[in-house]
């Protein structure tokens, strides 16, 4: 088996859609990569009995030291999932620790993990790069107020994903930016009209359905395309 299943790296997936996305990539055969800041404290993501690696995204010598112990590996597929909501904090309340923080994991965690992984993504078979980012992030749609850090890291997700389309397409690799839609986890909270289990399954149909022609899109997780 080893070698003939593709090969998919999540970030944060220690709980929530990680979580979910990597239990649905293993059960379909894949050689999963988890990734989360503390393996030791994993205890869901060890159940599955996956390769467990330690990374922060708000690291870059975190991100450097995985991309450099991974050399060599193909990765069919990159997924940028970790994410922080921050404060929410309205107009008013913002300020610059908390929202530079907030950008550093939602917006410039994926660029730099693009800027080190892309050699391990070129030699696989898919070449796919995707992130989660979030409706939050549509100036189009979504910008209805308040979450200035939120909703400014995802509009920025958004530009990394889209330039990354034009960047790397001429190396054969695939980017898109996908909504999970409002889901149940510990950042969604109960009230969230969406499972992991149908959210997670949307995220992996998109990522399955990319092509040259849709590359660099942002969507949703049930496929729709999604205004910027
Ligand atoms: N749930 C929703 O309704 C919703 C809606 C729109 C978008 N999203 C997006 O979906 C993604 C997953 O969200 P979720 O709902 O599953 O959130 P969650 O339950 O709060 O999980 C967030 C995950 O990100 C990880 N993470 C945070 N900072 C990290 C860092 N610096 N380095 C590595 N991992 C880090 C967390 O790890 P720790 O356990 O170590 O903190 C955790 O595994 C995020 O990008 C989020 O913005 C979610």
Redesign the pocket.
Known sequence: REGQMPTVLI?????????ELTRQYAAAGWDVIA????PKEAAQLARLKVEMRP?????PASIAKLAAALKGRAIDVLLN?????GKRSGFGKAESKEFLSVMQ??AL?PLLMAQSFWPHVKRSKMKRIAA?????GSIASGANGGSYAYRSS?AALNMVMKNLGNDLGGKGILTAAI?????K????GKS?PLGVVDSAAGIIAVIAGLDAKSSGGFFNYNGQILPW
């Open positions: 970030t944060g997936a220690n709980r929530g859609i990680g979580l990734c989360c800041r503390k990374l922060d995204v708000a690291k999932n970790a994410g922080i909501l994991v939602n965690g989660i980012t979030s409706g939050m995802k909504s999970p839609g409002w889901v986890t510990d950042m969604g969230a």
